[in-house]
């Protein structure tokens, strides 16, 4: 049985019947959570937030200001999303043309970062912990632990887990030291440790 409270909703927000809303969430103003919208535990829904039907935010989830979650837009554990970023489900919009059969899904996994105003065109994957810079378009699958930028957006570095850059890592992919070179990068702020193999960066378990 979870020690959590139960959700706080401020009373200018809506909750629509069928949206599920786990405890310790709280649903700040102006917000609209609509029905069949799935919204874990202890998440943070900033002021003017839409979340629409067949969603699904995991644990732990953070959407600041001004986001809103279109229908196949899955946000697992621990995601972050800035202030005004925006999420698309359809690739060729119309507005006289319904293109309701042809959302395509977009999958944010744990951990990852989103910028303030980035904009994430719709069937992209963004990998665990990666990172969107401000601003930025992406418009095509994100490695986890990357930092992208730019627009459209292009890998710019790595980033650990914890949140910090991994310049060691960017220096070893830019020829600085040999892609074979076997001695992990280490984390300035935390200490993790971590393999470039070829385009991946994988975590070393402690």
Known sequence: MSTLPPPFVHESAYVDDGAVIGNGTKVWHFCHVMPGAVIGERCNLGQNVVVMPGTRLGNNVKVQNNVSIYEGVELEDDVFCGPSMVFTNVMNP?????????????????????????????????????????????????????????????????????????????????????????????????????????????????
């Open 94 to 206: 119309r507005s006289h043309v319904s293109r309701k059969d042809e959302y395509r899904k977009t999958l944010v996994r744990r951990g990852a970062s989103i910028g303030a105003n980035a904009t994430i065109v719709c069937g992209v994957t963004l990998g665990e912990y990666a990172f969107v810079g401000a601003g930025a378009v992406v418009t095509r699958d994100v490695p986890d632990f990357a930092v992208v930028t730019g627009v459209p957006a292009r890998r710019t570095g790595w980033a650990c887990q914890c949140g910090e850059m991994l310049h060691g890592a960017m220096r070893k992919a830019q020829g600085a030291t040999s892609l074979a070179d076997p001695t992990p990068i280490t984390c300035a702020g935390c200490g993790s440790r971590y393999r470039l193999e070829g385009d991946t960066l994988r975590r070393i378990p402690a």
